[in-house]
């Protein structure tokens, strides 16, 4: 079986973000860059069905800049067997359906039976480019698992919803999407990180995937976020109770 694991270089969600007010895009420049945790998960998932199926291969796909070749290191560090980074400049600001149009390109050179991806991003937070990769596929998307079962011709798992946890299953080739409740990721011991130095990436630019180099939005406007100001706050006078009811009013809470 052939694996893929979409992975995402995000600035660290520890540390402060912030967006560049000359392009209105996430500062990829500012503070560390990492893999997003649920990517993280998303691997983990890949090599734990690879530890009870040595025969399947798991390959890390990462669409980014060129410094998200550390992205690429980790994934492969941590136990992916190969990597794909797709880059190129005309990706920069790349929105949801360039991004989508994109991996879908790389995944469908690569003749993956199941593409395992997280369900939402730290910095984007759309939650719609593994539908969206899915549809361009032409294959079955079983998104926001919290449990995933691989079975040599199928993959099903269970998701939560506000009617209860629903059991999906499909046939393979397939997509599925992750969230939080999926284990947490492995760490890299020396071994696997002096073996990633010998493991193949492949590099795709645009062009070798046949996709428009245009990206499909543009931010107009971006503002800083105004500082907090202090709250107002109620002494108890003896009239507390009715300076609450006229806040509230003046407020338009009630």
Same mark, same amino acid.
């Given at each position: 079986?052939?694996?893929? %694991?979409?992975?995402?270089?995000?600035?660290?969600?520890?540390?402060?973000?912030?967006?560049?007010?000359?392009?209105?895009?996430?500062?990829?420049?500012?503070?560390?860059?990492? #893999?997003? +945790?649920?990517?993280?998960?998303?691997?983990?998932? !890949?090599?734990?069905?690879? &530890?009870?199926?040595?025969?399947?291969?798991?390959?890390?796909?990462?669409? *980014?800049?060129?410094?998200?070749?550390?992205?690429?290191?980790? /994934?492969?560090?941590?136990?992916?067997?190969?990597?794909?980074?797709?880059?190129?400049?005309?990706? !920069?600001?790349? &929105?949801?359906?360039?991004?989508?149009?994109?991996?879908?390109?790389?995944?469908?050179?690569?003749? $993956?039976?199941?593409?395992?991806? *997280?369900?939402?991003?730290? &910095?984007?937070?759309?939650?719609?480019?593994?539908?969206? #990769?899915?549809?361009?596929?032409?294959?079955?998307?079983?998104?926001?698992?919290?449990?995933? +079962?691989?079975?040599?011709?199928?993959? *099903?798992?269970?998701?939560?919803?506000?009617?209860?946890?629903?059991?999906?299953?499909?046939?393979?080739?397939? @997509?599925?999407?992750?969230?939080?409740? %999926?284990?947490?990721?492995?760490?890299?011991?020396?071994?696997? #990180?002096?073996?990633?130095?010998?493991?193949?990436?492949?590099?795709?630019?645009? =062009?070798?995937?046949?996709? /428009?180099?245009?990206?499909?939005? %543009?931010?107009? +406007?971006?503002? +800083?976020?105004?500082?907090?100001? =202090?709250?107002? #706050?109620?002494?108890?006078?003896?009239?507390?109770?009715?300076?609450?009811?006229? $806040? @509230?009013?003046?407020?338009?809470?009630?």
């Amino acid at each position: 079986m052939r694996i893929a %694991v979409l992975i995402k270089q995000v600035p660290d969600t520890w540390g402060d973000r912030r967006l560049d007010p000359a392009t209105g895009r996430v500062d990829r420049t500012d503070g560390e860059q990492v #893999i997003d +945790e649920i990517d993280e998960r998303a691997l983990e998932v !890949a090599l734990a069905h690879r &530890d009870g199926d040595k025969a399947t291969e798991v390959v890390a796909v990462v669409m *980014g800049p060129a410094q998200a070749a550390d992205a690429v290191k980790k /994934a492969l560090s941590t136990g992916a067997d190969s990597a794909v980074h797709v880059v190129d400049d005309g990706l !920069a600001g790349a &929105d949801a359906g360039l991004t989508a149009a994109a991996l879908a390109g790389a995944l469908r050179a690569g003749s $993956y039976d199941l593409v395992i991806a *997280g369900n939402v991003s730290t &910095d984007g937070r759309g939650g719609v480019v593994p539908a969206m #990769i899915a549809e361009h596929l032409g294959i079955p998307a079983l998104s926001s698992l919290d449990t995933v +079962e691989i079975g040599a011709d199928a993959v *099903g798992g269970s998701r939560t919803t506000d009617a209860g946890q629903e059991t999906l299953r499909a046939p393979l080739p397939a @997509l599925v999407s992750v969230t939080e409740r %999926v284990p947490e990721a492995r760490f890299p011991n020396f071994k696997s #990180i002096m073996a990633a130095r010998k493991k193949p990436v492949q590099r795709l630019a645009l =062009a070798d995937l046949g996709v /428009a180099s245009a990206a499909r939005s %543009v931010v107009l +406007e971006t503002r +800083e976020r105004p500082a907090r100001e =202090a709250g107002t #706050i109620v002494v108890d006078d003896g009239t507390a109770a009715q300076q609450l009811v006229d $806040y @509230l009013v003046a407020e338009r809470l009630v």
